[in-house]
């Protein structure tokens, strides 16, 4: 009986080390991520968010450390892209994503739903008008809608198409 005891121990304390945990992901089409991007839209944030940050708090800054390659700080994240714009993400609070035009002024604060994807990102314009919604997929692929459903664009690759597969503007860094 010692034995059987003993035995059962050994493959039941052993059984965690074999397990497998399935991996797998969620594929989207344009229809199914549009459904997914529509689901408890928020129409507008705080106006307090936008004055706060009509112009970029760092742009001199920033602007050096774009010129210069950099895409992270002790405080925040920065992307930029193609056509001059750049983003700003701030390490103490990554819900909210901040769009400016090459000259610091903003364009647009999108605010996450969560962090791990899929997300939900809500853009909203300079007046806090609801402009946009993306469907993040991973930090590879996401879908942009507008406000009434269209597809504006599709990221892949830090690549952006238009609904005709057209090459819109790219992520530089």
Known sequence: MKKVWILFLVVFLTLPVYAYTLKGGVTYTV??????AFADVKYSISSRIIKNNKFDPNYEENKKLIQQGIVETNDRYITYFSDGQY????????YYE????????????????????????????INNKLAEIRLQL????????????????????GVCYDINGKVIKRTLK
């Open 31 to 36: 229809e199914s991520a549009r459904k997914e």
């Open 138 to 157: 991973s930090t590879k692929e996401s879908y942009n809608f507008s406000v009434d459903g269209r597809l504006l664009a599709h990221w892949i690759n």
């Open 87 to 94: 983003g700003i993400i701030y390490k103490n609070n990554l």
């Open 98 to 125: 901040f769009s400016y035009f090459s000259d610091g002024k903003l364009e647009s604060v999108g605010v996450r739903t969560g962090l791990v994807c899929p997300i939900k990102v809500f853009v909203y314009d």
